[in-house]
Every structure is written in C-alpha cells, then in structure tokens.
C-alpha cells in the first residue's frame, strides 16, 4: 500500500535535497581538484569532474616523507584502532555495574561522571597533570584521556538497563559469576550499543586536533590532522611548503595536493561510516523506552 505524499513532505524532500548538495559539494570539488592537471586548476576550470585526471597527486603526497601525510595518516589509523578499542572495553565495563540496581552508590557515581562531562578544568590544569603523569609527547595522550565518554557511558548503561533483569538471574541459577554473566550474555547482546559508541569514539579520536597540537610535540606522532594543519594553514613554519612542480608532465599546484591530502583524511570515516550506520538508531534509542 503505498503512502500519500502531502505538500509539506515533497518540501522536506526538496530541502533534504537540497542540504545533501550542499554537504556533498565541496568534498566532491576536493575530489575532482585532486585528480586534475593543475593546469586546470589554476584556470578555474574544475567543479564535479576532473579535468586532465591523473593520480600523480596522490603518488607525490604519499611518496614524499618531507609532507609526513602517510606517517600522518598511519599514526591516526593507530591512535584510532587502539583508542576505540580501549574506550569501548572500559566504557562497557564501567556501564555494566552502573546499570544495576543493587549497586550501592551508583547514583552518585553516575553523578560524578555528568559533573566531569559539564565541568572542564581548562587546557593548563590538564596540560600540567598530563605532565606529571608523562603523557605529554606520549603515544598515551592520545588514548587514556578520552577512554570513557560521559554520554557513551549513559548510552551504553541505557541500553544495559533496558535488559530484561531475568537473564542475570538465570545466569547465577546456572552458576555463572558476575564476569561471565557481564561477557557472556550482556556483550554479545550489546552488539548495536557497543557498534554505536565504536563509531562515535573512532570518529572523534580520527577528527582529533586540539590534543595532539597541544600535547604531541614529536614530528613521529603527530596525527593527519596536525599535518593537515601543517600543509594548510602554517607550511612555511616547519618545512612542508608547498611549491607547484611538474611530474611525468602532469603539473602539481598547491591546491592539488591540499586536495589530495584533504581526502585522504576524510576517506577512511567515509568508508566505515555507511558499514554501522545501521546500528545508530537501534544502539541509541532501543533503551530509550522500556518496559
């Protein structure tokens, strides 16, 4: 049976449009850019689709060691693998008991955490405690600091909570203990919960910038977004000026390689993003009413 569209649903259709050409453009634009003949690019010719396309952008910006975008791009791809994974196993952990009733306190510790999440100390108390504890230039900072997320961790104790009560009882009748109940029936059933915060947690330590400009002073651990900022905004401070150039007669501006570097940042989300889009809905919302 199909559903009668009214005025008003073909006007968000047309503004839906709309706000998807507007979003999708300007990385459509960097895409084209990035595989166009920079002869093209200077002339202003490139919108949608390349003119003159060639990949030698791309082979320049992942061959020269001077731009640092592959050590850019595997540092990021690192801090992003062993973050989420950190993140999700404590963030799950500390929801678990957060998500019982007979836990003495746990209101208050619940409160603790939304204390923390409005109230920030500021960027020179953290830089000095990070200090101390010898995370500043560390591999860690980009790790430890961020490894449970207040609104995850409501997210996650949500959709535990929601839970039927029975499966714990069910579990102790057969002799299972407060582990194996918590990493036999309650993780493999907070599968869409756990999918959800993995993608909020890879996204924003992939996007992170503040931190690393603050804390990682290493040439060696710097992210793909400080790198970007070194290629964009302040190249001539450290080396990474870009010059225009010609390669196997294909010539380089510039805006070409911003372009290429641009994307290369922004691909990896853009192809793990649609693989659990699926779980969004169902992990936020499916402890949102119970009963």
């Not at 907070?190 to 990682?216: D, E, G």
């Not at 225009?244 to 793990?272: D, E, K």
Request: hydrophobic share 50%; with cysteine.
């Amino acid at each position: 049976m199909r559903t009668k569209l009214h005025g008003f649903d073909y006007i968000n259709m047309i503004v839906l449009i709309l706000v998807s050409i507007i979003c999708i453009y300007p990385l459509w634009n960097i895409f084209a850019v990035s595989l166009s003949d920079g002869i093209y690019v200077a002339a202003s010719e490139v919108y949608l689709a390349p003119k003159g396309f060639n990949i030698e952008t791309f082979k320049y910006v992942l061959n020269n060691p001077r731009l640092g975008v592959s050590l850019g791009l595997w540092n990021s791809f690192v801090y992003t693998v062993v973050g989420t994974l950190v993140a999700v196993l404590l963030t799950f952990i500390t929801a678990y008991p957060l998500s019982k009733k007979r836990l003495a306190g746990r209101k208050t510790i619940m409160l603790i955490f939304v204390f923390t999440f409005v109230f920030e100390a500021g960027i020179i108390p953290n830089f000095i405690v990070y200090k101390s504890l010898g995370l500043v230039n560390s591999f860690w900072v980009m790790i430890i600091p961020g490894a449970i997320n207040t609104f995850l961790l409501i997210i996650m104790r949500s959709f535990l909570d929601a839970l039927p009560e029975e499966l714990e009882e069910s579990a102790y009748i057969d002799g299972a203990s407060d582990l194996q109940t918590m990493w036999k029936i309650y993780f493999p059933l907070a599968r869409p919960a756990i999918a959800t915060v993995s993608i909020f947690y890879a996204v924003s330590i992939w996007n992170q910038y503040l931190m690393p400009m603050i804390y990682l002073q290493k040439q060696s651990l710097k992210p793909i977004t400080v790198v970007l900022y070194n290629l964009i905004v302040s190249g001539s401070k450290d080396g990474t000026s870009l010059e225009s150039m010609t390669v196997n007669g294909v010539q380089l501006l510039p805006q070409n390689l911003q372009a290429a570097a641009i994307f290369l940042s922004v691909a990896p989300i853009l192809i793990v993003y649609p693989f659990a889009q699926k779980y969004f809905t169902k992990g936020m919302l499916i402890g949102a009413v119970k009963g």
